[in-house]
């Protein structure tokens, strides 16, 4: 007994003097990687490939970061994390930065003491049914067993959902898209929710997708952001300018393709020339490369490239950009100025 | 003439706390013990600073607040809008539950494979040890997950059974239905019932259930006097009265009467939209869980009470069958009897084992005082630090109950020696 308290007392321990250090940015240099977390695999967002490398919308962030921070986008350690380690993860410095699919709420910025650094997804809680069931409307669900993933605000969303709208259901609490994936093609629960993102992403991966359909109610806004440890403001100021760097890049028409060209030498258009480092000093205002955001762009693509490689409509995930198209094309996504 | 003086007496030296052997055990378990103070100091400490580096001071407040999600399992009443205390109370009584079935179903397995395990048919006593070692040998998480896989996917979807030609059809004459969501099974109703006890306001205990136990008791009491009477008069007279019908009446009757006054009567499920209705649902969670942990935990069981028996010398057999007792009878009055002596001790560790496995359960999506305190309240409120310091006290707990249950009844077993 005094044993597994002490063991118990050395891992809480443990965890809490993790978070001691704080200057993530000298860590991450030190040791030569970025420690990204990751979902467990979710295609299209986060997942291995064939060949065992992580690919995907959130890992393009990943590599983003890494490329700006080290200028090698391959100078990442994916740690997979579920719905429910995914904070400890963060907490406790196992991972530097976490772009999972997590959506910014008031009490895990000001409670859990994290912070987020932007959104990269406008997401929203959807749910996915067999069409054999006949089923229109997520307000038909009554008596239905939904799987849903545990510790995730879906889970807290679909309980609102239900009793507002005063029917009933049975949740079947799962660890991870896997086992809801095996529950729901197996029928043992009628309904899969999360966001509609995640359904999409799943649905691909089935082997007749035509058999399933997404309800129409869009239940929550699930704004899906990158976080950062509270507490080390450079390193929340990094990840949030590579993210804005990748929005701004596609605005002003900066590809993959040429960045490089544009980065030779100063352009007519000075918020290009501040973004590429041709122009000021904003790199070096963060201790980075006056080149960071070349590197940041050249890792994947701008948001844009990103969106369509991974997500988009071409491919078998399907999502259209919507609410994640730029403000000038009707979107929500819009970046403050590189001044 | 000398005059005898007293020896000086001894001055203490501080040397002596090296030297000298009365001394030196003190000084190094007292130095062992500030290392021992001292290390733990620095671990409460650094956790304590860097909680408050964080700006996270250790705060019970959360238990109180609205849980806002809901438990499919639920023996207590509950829904989304009670507090996370509740919430955690509802994964304990879940925790017990499974733990309480596996414990029963295990020593039952374990007791029968043990004695069959020393079976003299080389086949029976084959397959006992491949089930033992298969068991033994693979982590429980995968007997888990397997046992819930199976379940998921070899049997029929309650939507299977729907339709004029359906593929599945229920069992036992229309009252069963096995699907991969569980078992539905006909539930007992009372339609004069007389309510529930509440305790402390928090939940309800049925008073017919009660009742009927209570009764149960009363009856098992009075058929044992009958007994008693009936051994009396055959040890005066010699000749032994015929009490069995009585017996058999006395325990069956007043039960009878109590259910036909509570107006008895069972509920079937039936599909009704997306899942059967009425009845009650077990759970596949609970069926995986239940049956992987006690399969596992009978595996270890049944090595103990081989040993057990083992541990009985070959002449109690031998004299036994001397006097004329059958073999299953020598196992029962005189065997299995001595050698419970030596199976209690590590079967209350096997016990423990099967409660602290339980903990499993989030694999399979039971939730249990691990999947609700230490899972969902944990990851919606933050509060690392205090739902694991919790949820280890809990299991520090029920571990420390049903050790000092077992050892009472392992006092009563041992051998009394004059």
Redesign the interface.
Known sequence: ?KK???L???T??G???G??GAATLDDVKARGKLNCGVTTGLVGFAAPDANGEWEGFDVGVCRAVAAAVLGDPTAVEFVPTT??TR??AL?SGEIDILPRNTTWTF??DV???FTFIGVNYYDGQGFMVPK??GVSSAKE?????VCIQ???TT??N???FF?VNNIT???????TNA?AQ??FL?????VYTTDASGLAATRATFENPGDYAVLPEIISKEPLGPLVR??DDEWADIARWTLNALIAAEEYGVTSANVDELASAPTDNPEINRLLGTEGELGAMFGLEPTWAVAAIKAGGNYGELFEKNIGENTPIGLARGLNAQYTDGGLLYTPPFR | MTTLTDPPAESFKLSMLVYDTRYRSYTFQIIALIGVLTL?GW??N??VQ??N????EVDFGFLSTPA?????QRLIEY???DTHLRAAFVGLLNTLLVAVLGCVTATIIGVIVGVLRLSSNWLVARLMTVYVEMFRNVPVLMWIVLAM?IL??SLP????FRGDTPEATMKLFDTVAFT??GVYVPEPLFSRGIGDLSVFGAFGISLDLIAIIVVLIGSFWVAKRIGRKADATQEATGVRPRTWHVQTAVIILPVVILLVLLGFHLGYPAL????F?GGTHMR??LIALWLALSLYTAAFIAENVRAGILAISKGQTEAAAALGLRSNRIMNLVILPQALRVIIPPLISQYLNLTKNSSLA??V?Y?DIT?TLM??T?????R??ET??LG?LIY?VISLIISGVMNIYNERKKLVER
Do not use: W
């Not at chain 1, 197996?186 to 009628?190: P, S, T, V, Y």
């Not at chain 2, 806002?68 to 499919?72: K, Q, S």
């Not at chain 2, 944990?378 to 933050?382: A, C, M």
């Open positions: 007994m597994s308290v002490f118990g007392a050395l809480v321990a965890l809490a003097a978070v001691a719905g429910k904070f400890t907490a009490s895990r409670d859990l003491k054999e069931l669900l009554d008596g239905a067993t545990t510790g995730t889970e807290l679909l309980a609102d009793r259901y049975e949740p079947v609490p799962i660890e086992e095996q529950q197996a029928g043992a629960c009628d509270h507490g | 733990f671990l409460t650094n956790t860097n909680l580096d964080l700006g996270k806002g999600y809901d438990i499919n829904d989304n809008q896989a998921i996917e979807s309650p939507r299977d991969n969501r009704q939209g997306f899942n209705q596949n969670s989030i694999a999506g939730m999947g899972g969902i944990l990851n919606q409120t933050g690392e630090l694991v310091l280890m520090l």
